[in-house]
């Protein structure tokens, strides 16, 4: 069964820290892996989409990577601020990259 | 910058009661999605749309459910007999239908059944 797993839970940091999301999958045929950010009540919003032959893509602070013969990536977020309170949501495409398998998210809190 | 918007952001209804969801896509756009996301839980896909028909769905998406775009912009997803379970957040999301296209999300229609 296609699925996305995600850890940790939630996550609470203090503003300015870095931390790493993590995100291991089992969806097959692989065609890319997204990392999207929730607000509370709003739409998800891409950060980065990477394809099977990438293994790192920077976005801002945001900074993924992906490992895909072990079917795991990682999101890493430089120098935390309070607006990156959100839930950090994994999510891969399994063909022609159309329909999205989401994982659970990450609920991330930074604190001042 | 161009968005997907929706209508509305909150729908309270009556549980056997048919619902409409409303979505304007952004123009260029040509695959359209609806998801939805029980409070608490993941995002789950529903169905796909392209072509003015449905390209691929889930099996959340029984008889119950229903898309269309009628008139070139708006792309509508019907509920005809609501149940209690279909509380939830519905988004509406679109790309250019490119394999690694970024998918854009609306701010999405919480839906209320009573």
């Known amino acids: 069964k296609n699925q996305v797993e995600q850890s940790p839970q939630s996550l609470i940091i203090l503003e300015g820290k870095n931390c790493t999301l993590q995100c291991n999958y089992t969806v097959s045929p692989f065609s890319n892996l997204r990392w999207y950010k929730q607000d509370t009540g709003r739409g998800p919003v891409s950060l980065t989409i990477m394809t099977f032959s990438e293994n790192t893509k920077s976005n801002g602070r945001y900074t993924a990577t992906l490992d895909a013969d072990t079917k795991q990536s990682s999101l890493h977020i430089t120098a935390s601020q309070l607006s990156d309170s959100a839930s950090y949501i994994c999510?891969?495409?399994?063909?022609?990259?159309?329909?999205?398998?989401f994982g659970a998210g990450t609920i991330l809190r930074v604190k001042s | 910058e161009p968005e997907v918007t929706q209508t509305p952001s909150h729908q309270v209804t009556q549980m056997g009661q048919e619902v409409i969801l409303r979505c304007v896509p952004i123009?260029?756009?040509?695959?359209f999605y609806w998801y939805r996301q029980i409070l608490g839980q993941k995002v789950e896909f529903l169905v796909s749309f392209y072509n003015n028909e449905i390209s691929e769905k889930s099996e959340i998406f029984d008889d119950q459910f229903s898309v269309e775009r009628p008139d070139g912009s708006n792309f509508t997803l019907k509920i005809r007999s609501t149940k209690l379970e279909d509380s939830a957040m519905y988004f509406c999301?679109?790309?250019?239908?490119?394999?690694?296209?970024?998918?854009?999300f609306g701010p999405g229609t919480r839906l209320t059944v009573l």
């Open positions: 999510v891969v495409s399994g063909r022609y990259g159309n329909k999205l398998v």
């Open positions: 123009s260029n756009h040509l695959y």
């Open positions: 999301a679109g790309d250019t239908g490119t394999s690694y296209g970024e998918q854009f």
